[in-house]
């Protein structure tokens, strides 16, 4: 395992605080009483966080594992996918998909995901990127890949402070878009959006159509083959049939 060169993020980024540790809990529990602008890193997560519950899978010294201390604002999810998929592209250049609200994908394998919440007045995003997994559990072998799998030459291990001065980069800017940029732009950038067969788990079944692109506050329009339009709020998308 070779570390992170925290000290070159450091200088690349003087103006930002920057928190490493070799093992923690949660990036996202400690970035919770920092200030905006903050940056905690971890080579290994023993609890990270992932939506509804779950964990993230955080094999020491192979991914990124980052929380971001930032301003509240909407759409935010949207706004870190986009800044996550053009890191990646511009570090690697891998192309990866988004998918609603908040996973970056590989041929339709999850590679990084994203988590906000708030916590006064803050908002805490934890990014999870897989990067030099060689494996995954059985539970997640299915869904999940990593960047050196698509690298060249594939396996080859991958700089992951190349990925996170970039994700930092990127994350400013599409951070500096309105509203209705974001939309825009996750929109064009995201298979998934629009067009795209879904079924998607609801608490009271599972809703099976056609997406129909993003509502004003950037939630997911769902068009049932009876041809009404259901917003999805919350829930696990995914491509049907997979």
């Not at 919770?32 to 890193?41: I, S």
């Not at 060689?134 to 030459?153: I, V, Y």
């Not at 939630?219 to 491509?239: E, K, P, S, Y």
Request: a negative charge; aromatic letters at 6%.
């Amino acid at each position: 395992m070779t570390p992170l060169d925290i000290g070159g993020l450091r200088r690349e980024f003087p103006d930002r605080r920057i928190d490493y540790y070799p093992s923690i809990d949660s990036t996202m529990r400690v970035a919770a009483a920092l200030e905006p602008g903050a940056v905690v890193l971890a080579e290994e997560q023993r609890a990270g966080l992932g939506r509804h519950g779950h964990t993230w899978h955080s094999e020491p010294g192979s991914g990124i594992y980052c929380s971001l201390v930032l301003a509240p604002a909407p759409v935010l999810t949207l706004a870190l996918g986009l800044a996550a998929q053009d890191a990646i592209a511009k570090s690697t250049g891998i192309a990866c998909d988004l998918r609603w609200p908040n996973d970056v994908m590989i041929a339709d394998r999850k590679v990084a995901g994203i988590l906000v919440q708030l916590s006064d007045a803050k908002a805490i995003a934890g990014i999870g990127i897989n990067v030099n997994h060689q494996s995954f559990p059985p539970e997640l072998a299915a869904e999940a890949t990593s960047l050196a799998e698509w690298g060249k030459p594939p396996g080859a291990p991958i700089p992951r402070e190349l990925i996170i001065a970039a994700l930092l980069r990127a994350a400013d800017e599409y951070l500096a878009y309105d509203t209705p940029a974001i939309l825009r732009l996750f929109t064009q950038a995201s298979s998934y959006a629009a067009g795209r067969r879904v079924e998607v788990q609801q608490p009271d079944g599972v809703i099976r159509g056609v997406t129909a692109g993003l509502n004003p506050e950037g939630f997911l329009v769902v068009r049932r083959d009876d041809g009404t339009d259901t917003l999805i709020i919350a829930g696990g998308v995914r491509a049907a049939g997979s």
